[in-house]
């Protein structure tokens, strides 16, 4: 069954600092693969997507993600955090090439953001 | 361009008693989806509809939960009857297309079962 770790529950970062959340994902294939941000009390934003070609993909707000498929990874990175970026952080995966575009999600990621 | 609709956002109610949620996708999108996501938990897909059409609901406890989307644009959601493990936030959410199309959230509508 495909799965998605997000092996860090709660990630304190000082503002200015350098980010790196952590994805591993299970599937036979290659999947598609998605960020998503939560600020509480709101829905789901996509950050950034992969579905093929270049392994580094670049997204909103200053995140950028790296496909590894070697190491089954798909880690989200941000040179330098914002306390705006405080916020709960999801990596999702989605079968290729299927007909259902249904997503599943990891456990999340909550960010803190040290003035 | 206005986002995916929900309503309400904030319910309380008793178990055993019903409940029901609204949803309305962006305009011209065919597929919607209703996600469940328990605190702590990512979203966990209920329920997904192409159209009017149920695509996958292997996921949907039948026996209390139900959904529709009888013309092919707004959706609803009910349990009937809650029970305690039903506290969850659910998210609806709306794409062109199905795989591979971006998925785009509402705000969500926190149900609390006492």
């Known amino acids: 069954a495909q799965s998605v770790t997000q092996p860090d529950i709660h990630i304190t970062v000082s503002e200015g600092a350098s980010l790196e959340l952590r994805c591993n994902y299970s599937?036979?294939?290659?999947?598609?693969l998605f960020w998503y941000v939560q600020s509480p009390g709101q829905g789901l934003q996509l950050l950034l997507k992969y579905f093929s070609g270049d392994t580094l993909v670049q997204g909103i707000k200053g995140f950028e993600a790296e496909f590894k498929r070697s190491q089954s990874s798909f880690n989200l990175r941000k040179p330098s955090v914002h306390w705006s970026d405080a916020a709960e952080y999801f990596c999702a995966v989605a079968p290729y090439g299927g007909s259902q575009g249904n997503l599943i999600f990891g456990k999340g990621t909550k960010l803190s953001v040290k003035p | 361009e206005a986002g995916v609709a929900q309503s309400p956002r904030y319910k309380i109610i008793e178990k055993r008693q019903s409940v029901a949620f609204w949803c309305n996708p962006i305009s011209g999108h065919a597929t919607l989806y209703w996600y469940q996501q328990i605190l702590g938990q990512g979203p966990k897909l209920l329920i997904q509809?192409?159209?009017?059409?149920?695509?996958?609901d292997s996921q949907l406890p039948k026996d209390r939960f139900s959904a529709e989307r009888l013309k092919g644009v707004d959706s609803t959601l009910k349990i009937q009857p809650a029970k305690l493990e039903d506290s969850a936030v659910y998210l609806c959410a709306s794409s062109l297309g199905s795989s591979g199309h971006e998925q785009f959230f509402g705000p969500g509508t926190r149900l609390t079962v006492l």
């Open positions: 509809f192409q159209n009017n059409g149920v695509v996958d």
């Open positions: 599937y036979g294939a290659t999947p598609y």
